[in-house]
């Protein structure tokens, strides 16, 4: 098991990719150091509690959102979190067999926790 907060209001999938001229999806500015900060705070996670990359086996996903306000989005802000962990916490997003998002609202510490496991990893699992 393996899990870290992200702090800050939680970031929608719309502000991390653009559509170009010609019709493709691309990552911003923005987007790339959200994946790039997830991805050190995951790895930090993982050394942290020895949890290893899970390859090939399944994994169960728990993320709670933390808005400001009762607005927000979680399904979009899940896929933000989940394609930043894709390659890092495991190999595939394919490997998600079990989904659990929870919103709740804190006005003075918004977040996204995040809980992962992985079957290839913990023996109490």
């Known amino acids: 098991m393996v899990e870290f907060?992200?702090?800050g209001t939680p970031v929608s999938v719309n502000h991390?990719?653009?559509t170009t001229p010609h019709g493709y999806r691309a990552i911003t500015r923005e987007g790339k150091n959200f994946k790039k900060m997830v991805g050190?705070?995951?790895k930090q996670a993982m050394t942290k509690s020895g949890f290893g990359k899970v390859?090939?086996?399944d994994v169960s996903i728990t993320i709670n959102f933390y808005f400001e306000t009762r607005r927000g989005d979680i399904d979009n802000c899940c896929k933000a979190?989940?394609?930043?962990?894709?390659?890092?916490?495991?190999?595939?997003?394919?490997q998600v067999m079990s989904l659990h998002l929870y919103k709740h609202k804190d006005k003075d510490s918004p977040r996204v926790i995040v809980l992962i496991m992985g079957e290839?990893?913990?023996?109490?699992?």
Do not use: H
Not at 81 to 94: E, H, L, N, P, R
Not at 120 to 125: G, K, L, Q, R, S
């Open 40 to 42: 050190w705070l995951a």
């Open 5 to 7: 907060t992200i702090e």
């Open 81 to 94: 979190v989940m394609d930043a962990m894709t390659g890092i916490i495991y190999g595939d997003d394919s």
């Open 55 to 57: 390859e090939k086996n």
């Open 16 to 18: 991390l990719y653009f």
């Open 120 to 125: 290839n990893n913990d023996a109490d699992e």
